[in-house]
């Protein structure tokens, strides 16, 4: 779902506690009309990156092998979890359905399952415009051909029966919906999917917040009157655990906890005051500088990389606090990247996740990397991530208990890559893929400090920009040059501080839930929603798979040779 500024930096209607937050405290989700044609001068607010959730590196560990070693075996009952019986003619409430993950999940639930309807909540600002929605970005779009193919000239009346946009927004009150749709889902629907979320790395605190902790109140909330739910999904990432050490288990955030095993915890009400004082007393883009500022400052003293971890992590303890009796499963994948093979290989929408890394050294722009090599990066396909969800819905909305599960969907404790192998694998396709005409494409060169990577990234655009060999040049010509050569150096050195976690987070991820949920599919259901890391061949994946999805989804490209 494309988020856009909300009323969040208005003044509160209600006062409300600076003390920790409990059961009895509502988080400010609209704050008024006041300052609205303020906010809405800023323009484009979103950084100049739009990337994904995800991203983590890490080693092997004994005590991982250790939880590793649980037989995946089917367990002897022919049915499983009974995922397909699970969702025949389930109704299902999903935000965020248009992006990545939440697109996945409608196709694979259409394709696999008998489900019944599924209410999509669109950004839009009248029915028309969500219907038009549907049909240019699911109805239309490519991820659906195998449903497509197999149904022929019923394909549209089946997808428009099954799949209901209903105009929201995760943003506003009641998610924005009208009184008739809040009705009908209240009393039709079985499963809650919160997907939609804020994931640009580098965007305002205000928004973060917003979007990743006070919407999924919002929708828990709204689930509480849901006469018929079974279970309440939440969409998280790996690194809400932030700068933490060794082994993470797929335990559950507590109100008050950070992103380090440190003793000062968070107060999520004091960062949205923060934010929302923040908004108040600058204008315009002097806010957006600010607030971006803010983020990157609060996160980092509590012990996030980011933002977005920060804001995940908040989320998460929000939920966690107030969902009462609802059952909660929460899906914390690594860095989401393009399909392994279903419903075919390389599907992938937008430049998110590490792409931006990933194209700019196929184009030559990134000469060099901020990390360490020997540093296990944490990359998932969508179909992984897709099906997982789908097995935990099924396993954990037959409990009806007042659970909460969480599950990791990660690769690194199963099935390591490390990073130096990933771009070994990139020169490997690019050098003879090129996305250019240049000569001699070169091997990406890793730094573990920022001064060496930035040292060499300076002299190689120089000599690739031309710039010593700038002789006789007029003056304009030689100012253009220069001005080229200072925005690609600027470009490469943004890029990798955005991205320098990826390549030195120490710790990892528990993959045991997951694997105990692989243990439990019957053979059948192993084989058609499979989540088995352990399969993936990454030079393969990388070569043959997600770059060429990556040249075809997101560049367009026409030189991709398989």
């Known amino acids: 779902m494309l988020l856009t500024q909300s009323s969040f930096c208005s003044p509160p209607l209600l006062k409300f506690s600076y003390g920790k937050f409990s059961h009895k405290t509502i988080l400010p989700f609209s704050y008024g009309n006041y300052e609205k044609n303020k906010l809405r001068s800023i323009g484009k607010l979103a950084g100049d990156f739009d990337n994904s959730d995800t991203f983590l590196t890490s080693s092997q560990n004994p005590l991982e092998s250790k939880l590793m070693s649980l037989e995946v075996e089917s367990n002897g009952d022919d049915g499983g979890i009974g995922i397909v019986k699970f969702f025949k003619g389930k109704n299902i409430f999903i935000t965020g359905a248009t992006g990545l993950l939440g697109k996945a999940l409608v196709e694979k639930l259409l394709r696999s399952t008998s489900v019944g309807k599924i209410y999509l909540l669109v950004k839009a600002n009248d029915k028309e415009t969500a219907l038009d929605r549907l049909s240019k970005e699911i109805i239309q779009s490519e991820l659906f051909g195998c449903i497509r193919?197999?149904?022929?000239?019923?394909?549209?009346?089946?997808?428009?029966?099954?799949?209901?946009?209903?105009?929201?927004?995760?943003?506003?009150?009641?998610?924005?919906?009208?009184?008739?749709?809040?009705?009908?889902?209240?009393?039709?629907?079985?499963?809650?999917?919160?997907?939609?979320?804020?994931?640009?790395?580098?965007?305002?605190y205000d928004l973060f917040l917003d979007a990743n902790v006070n919407a999924p109140q919002r929708l828990m909330r709204f689930a509480k009157r849901c006469k018929n739910l079974k279970l309440f999904v939440h969409v998280s990432t790996a690194y809400v655990n932030g700068r933490k050490e060794g082994l993470i288990y797929e335990e559950p955030l507590v109100m008050g906890g950070n992103g380090r095993n440190i003793e000062d915890g968070i107060d999520v009400t004091d960062e949205i005051n923060l934010a929302m004082k923040s908004c108040i007393a600058n204008t315009d883009l002097d806010a957006t500088k600010e607030l971006k500022r803010l983020g990157l400052e609060r996160a980092a003293f509590y012990g996030w990389y980011n933002s977005y971890h920060s804001t995940k992590a908040m989320g998460e303890m929000v939920l966690n606090e107030i969902r009462g009796d609802v059952p909660v499963v929460i899906i914390r994948p690594a860095v989401i990247e393009s399909s392994y093979k279903q419903p075919f290989p390389g599907w992938i929408q937008g430049n998110r996740m590490f792409d931006p890394v990933i194209i700019s050294y196929g184009k030559g722009l990134l000469p060099a990397y901020l990390?360490?090599?020997?540093?296990?990066?944490?990359?998932?396909?969508?179909?992984?991530?897709?099906?997982?969800?789908?097995?935990?819905?099924?396993?954990?909305?037959?409990?009806?208990?007042?659970?909460?599960?969480?599950?990791?969907?990660?690769?690194?404790?199963?099935?390591?890559?490390?990073?130096?192998?990933?771009?070994?694998?990139?020169?490997?396709?690019?050098?003879?893929?090129?996305?250019?005409?240049?000569?001699?494409?070169?091997?990406?060169?890793?730094?573990?400090?920022?001064?060496?990577?930035?040292?060499?990234?300076?002299?190689?655009?120089?000599?690739?920009?031309?710039?010593?060999?700038?002789?006789?040049?007029?003056?304009?010509?030689?100012?253009?040059?220069?001005?080229?050569?200072?925005?690609?150096?600027?470009y490469a050195e943004q890029l990798c501080k955005m991205y320098e976690f990826i390549g030195f987070f120490k710790a990892r991820v528990s993959h045991r839930n997951t694997r105990k949920l692989l243990a439990e599919m019957s053979k059948e259901e192993q084989l058609n929603f499979e989540v088995d890391a352990t399969k993936i061949d990454w030079r393969k994946y990388f070569v043959d798979i997600h770059i060429p999805g990556v040249r075809k989804h997101v560049l367009n490209a026409t030189k991709v040779s398989i």
């Open 149 to 204: 193919e197999k149904l022929g000239s019923s394909y549209e009346e089946f997808v428009r029966e099954k799949l209901i946009p209903v105009v929201g927004n995760i943003c506003e009150p009641n998610l924005g919906m009208d009184a008739y749709s809040t009705q009908a889902i209240m009393e039709e629907v079985d499963i809650i999917i919160q997907s939609a979320a804020n994931t640009t790395l580098n965007d305002r």
């Open 371 to 490: 990390a360490d090599p020997d540093v296990h990066m944490d990359i998932v396909p969508i179909d992984m991530v897709a099906n997982t969800t789908i097995a935990a819905i099924a396993k954990h909305g037959t409990v009806n208990t007042p659970q909460l599960n969480i599950y990791h969907v990660a690769t690194s404790s199963v099935n390591p890559l490390r990073l130096s192998d990933s771009f070994e694998y990139m020169y490997e396709h690019f050098s003879a893929n090129p996305l250019n005409d240049k000569e001699n494409f070169a091997k990406m060169k890793l730094f573990n400090e920022f001064s060496d990577f930035s040292k060499y990234t300076r002299d190689e655009i120089s000599e690739r920009s031309g710039i010593r060999n700038a002789v006789g040049v007029n003056g304009k010509t030689l100012q253009k040059i220069q001005r080229q050569y200072k925005a690609k150096v600027a």
